[in-house]
Each structure stands twice: as C-alpha cells, then as structure tokens.
C-alpha cells in the first residue's frame, strides 16, 4: 500500500516557474521509480519524466526536455518536477505515479500501479 499526495501545482504565466511536489507514504519508497504524467485537455495523459529509485537515471519526454528537472530526496519521502520555461501547452494536471522493480519502459503509463490524485498547472499566454 503506498499513499502518493502531489501538491505545487497553480497558475502562471508563459515563462514562468512552478515546483511540484510528490510526498509519498507506505513500504520501500526508496525502491520506487518515480513517474510524472499529464493529462490536458481533450488529451489522453501522457509522460512527463521519470526517475529511478537511487536517482542517477532520469527520464523525460522531448517536450520537456531543458525546461523541467526531475529530482527525489529519499530521506523525505519526496519527488519533485522543477519547471521553467513553462508554456501554455503544459497546462494539464500533473499525476505522480510510483512502480516497483523492474524499470524498464519507465515512460509507459500501464508500467505504474500507485497514483497520485493530481495537481492542476495552468500556463496563461
């Protein structure tokens, strides 16, 4: 049983700067991958970036790459997608999401089985 909680997520402008937060609780964080996806409007949710348990792998969609940093302190539990640049097509709700080992096709959403409720980013032009 794991329990993930996003928050971080609000409105700004194009160019603009948001920090999510993912706070997990339950057995053996420490040995989950970790997952961003987001799902817009009208559009089914898609991959935003990924990170391994020990977090010297990281994983993200073209879109995003050079604007959005994922990262993740163990000792607290805790992911995060730091994100600049942003722009009005990243307007979705974001969703942490958590899977056990293996960690292969991280960018895969069937991949996951522990989600988040979902925090609304909305990017204003």
């Known amino acids: 049983q794991v329990q993930l909680v996003e928050s971080g997520g609000g409105s700004v402008q194009a160019g603009g700067s948001l920090r999510l937060s993912c706070a997990a609780s339950g057995r053996s964080f420490s040995r989950f991958a970790m997952g961003w996806f987001r799902q817009g409007p009208g559009k089914e949710r898609e991959f935003v970036a990924a990170?391994?348990?020990?977090?010297?792998?990281?994983y993200y969609t073209d879109s995003v790459k050079g604007r959005f940093t994922i990262s993740r302190d163990n000792a607290k539990n805790t992911v995060y997608l730091q994100m600049i640049s942003l722009k009005p097509e990243d307007t979705a709700v974001y969703y942490c999401?958590?899977?056990?080992?293996?960690?292969?096709?991280?960018?895969?959403?069937?991949?996951?089985?522990?989600w988040g409720q979902g925090t609304q980013v909305t990017v204003s032009s």
């Open positions: 990170i391994s348990w020990s977090g010297d792998r990281t």
């Open positions: 999401a958590a899977t056990r080992p293996p960690y292969s096709g991280l960018p895969s959403a069937s991949r996951y089985e522990y």
